[in-house]
Nanobody, 117 residues
Framework: QVQFVESGGGLVQPGGSLRLSCAAS????????MGWYRQAPGKEREFVAS???????RYANFVKGRFTISRDTSKNTVYLQMNSLKPEDTAIYYC???????????WGQGTQVTVSS
């Protein structure tokens, strides 16, 4: 059973930056795609960014130009560099690997990102 552990969240002021990390219990390179998702209070979980084994990236419109997803397969880790953070980015951020109609792993604890002055 694969599990992902997110870290790197915290409190940051608007316009600030954070770098999130997602550590996999096994090699994430085994999966075609890894993605970051987020869920804000009162909202559904939404797609943020994804990256394939061939380093093709995709981003939600609301983060384009601000967030960058990357992966280091040697460390079984996926990253999300978040710049120019906005209060509306406040959410719990999760990582997972899409597989068919679902995901490879159960949703973990996530990491809290709070953007506030």
């Amino acid at each position: 059973q694969v599990q992902f552990v997110e870290s790197g969240g915290g409190l940051v002021q608007p316009g600030g930056s954070l770098r999130l990390s997602c550590a996999a219990s096994t090699s994430a390179s085994w999966f075609d795609t890894m993605g970051w998702y987020r869920q804000a209070p009162g909202k559904e979980r939404e797609f943020v960014a994804s990256i394939t084994n061939y380093f093709t990236t995709r981003y939600a419109n609301f983060v384009k130009g601000r967030f960058t997803i990357s992966r280091d397969t040697s460390k079984n880790t996926v990253y999300l560099q978040m710049n120019s953070l906005k209060p509306e980015d406040t959410a719990i951020y999760y990582c997972n690997a899409p597989l068919g109609s679902g995901f490879v792993a159960n949703w973990g604890q996530g990491t809290q990102v709070t953007v506030s002055s």
